[in-house]
Nanobody
């Protein structure tokens, strides 16, 4: 059974940092693109960041560019999202996702596997 399990969410003050992790099990994703999405209350799930299979190519939503960094460790079958300079508008449930493709993808339908989400709350 394939599972993606996020961790690292929590409550942080504006300007602070958090590091999210997503550990995959049940199969290896070392040849697959992975990504992060988020969903705030009453809003659609939106793209945050994505990374190709090797980690050599990344993509970011404009709203997080320059503040968030996506990375991966294929040996650990894990991806990360380092979130710096957090703002109250970053408050959301953050979801890890994996695609069946190797190259970077950013659209929700291009991801086949999803984690259960981890809450990030940024206080002002």
């Amino acid at each position: 059974q394939v599972q993606l399990v996020e961790s690292g969410g929590g409550l942080v003050q504006a300007g602070g940092s958090l590091r999210l992790s997503c550990a995959a099990s049940g199969r290896t994703f070392s040849r697959n693109a992975m990504g992060w999405f988020r969903q705030a209350p009453g809003k659609e799930r939106e793209f945050v960041a994505a990374i190709n299979w090797s980690g050599g190519t990344t993509a970011y939503a404009d709203s997080v560019k320059g503040r968030f960094i996506i990375s991966r460790d294929n040996a650990k079958n894990t991806e990360y999202l380092q979130m710096n300079s957090l703002k109250p508008e970053d408050t959301a449930v953050y979801y890890c996702a994996a695609s069946s493709t190797a190259g970077v993808v950013t659209l929700r339908y291009e991801f086949n596997y999803w984690g259960q989400g981890t809450q990030v709350t940024v206080s002002s």
